[in-house]
């Protein structure tokens, strides 16, 4: 597992439609959590305490990513309709990511209810509130942390494959699959690395999201590492 050395208690909740899983940073270590169901909310002693930094983020389809100097606010949920379904009910938001030039827009209306009622559950020291966030930006902001030049970070549930693919600091894919199992996630994984022309037996994938151990096993016939970001 790639770890952060900073010693400040931070927690990283994704929420999909099917539950929850965490990832606890303080002195003690790193801890994380499979997917738990949404039945043990209350129970969670780790939801019961404040963190340095608190970070939610929703495994949302309803995400683009667009370059800055085409985006105007204003065109926000007409730019995202041209990528993927959205209601008229469906509330559409935006988020600039300075470092890359771009603005990711996204809509956290998939029908759940759980990322809002942690986002009020658990809180920064100072009693802040966290931003729900779409999985892609999480993996964006993730390159970074990634230490080899071809970077393959991606998070899977609920039948969708998010996948970020970068050499160095160079974004060269940031796409959502709908992949109803994992082996189809597996394919476009695959696929995509082939087209950009990067050898798996020589990568190191990062997931966000937990892997089961067959899923882990399955990784390493291909990939020469696999990593829990």
């Given at each position: ?15 999909s439609?099917?539950?929850?899983s965490?990832?606890?940073q ?22 019961q ?16 990513l667009?370059p ?6 204003a ?31 996204f809509?956290?209306s998939?029908g ?15 009693g802040?509130?966290s ?32 996948l ?21 996630a ?44």
């Amino acid at each position: 597992m790639i770890q952060n050395t900073d010693t400040k208690t931070r927690i990283s909740i994704q929420v999909s439609l099917s539950g929850y899983s965490f990832t606890v940073q303080d002195q003690e270590g790193t801890r994380c959590s499979g997917w738990t169901g949404g039945d043990k909310l209350f129970t969670t002693k780790e939801f019961q305490k404040r963190y340095s930094s608190v970070r939610i983020s929703l495994l949302t389809h309803k995400c683009t990513l667009v370059p800055e100097h085409f985006f105007n606010p204003a065109d926000a949920r007409q730019i995202l309709s041209e990528v993927v379904r959205i209601e008229d009910s469906d509330q559409v938001e935006y988020f600039r990511i300075d470092r890359m030039g771009a603005v990711i827009v996204f809509s956290n209306s998939i029908g759940e209810s759980l990322s809002k009622v942690l986002a009020q559950t658990v809180l920064t020291e100072d009693g802040y509130r966290s931003r729900i966030m779409p999985e892609m930006y999480f993996l964006l902001e993730s390159i970074d942390i990634c230490p080899e030049y071809n970077k393959v970070l991606a998070s899977y549930a609920d039948g969708y494959l998010h996948l970020v693919i970068a050499q160095g600091r160079s974004l060269m894919l940031a796409n959502v699959f709908k992949a109803v199992d994992f082996t189809t996630a597996e394919y476009f994984i695959f696929n995509s690395m082939k087209k950009l022309q990067l050898n798996p037996e020589v990568t190191t994938i990062c997931f966000r999201t937990p892997v089961t151990q067959e899923q882990e096993i399955s990784l390493y016939r291909y990939f020469k590492a696999v990593e829990k970001i």
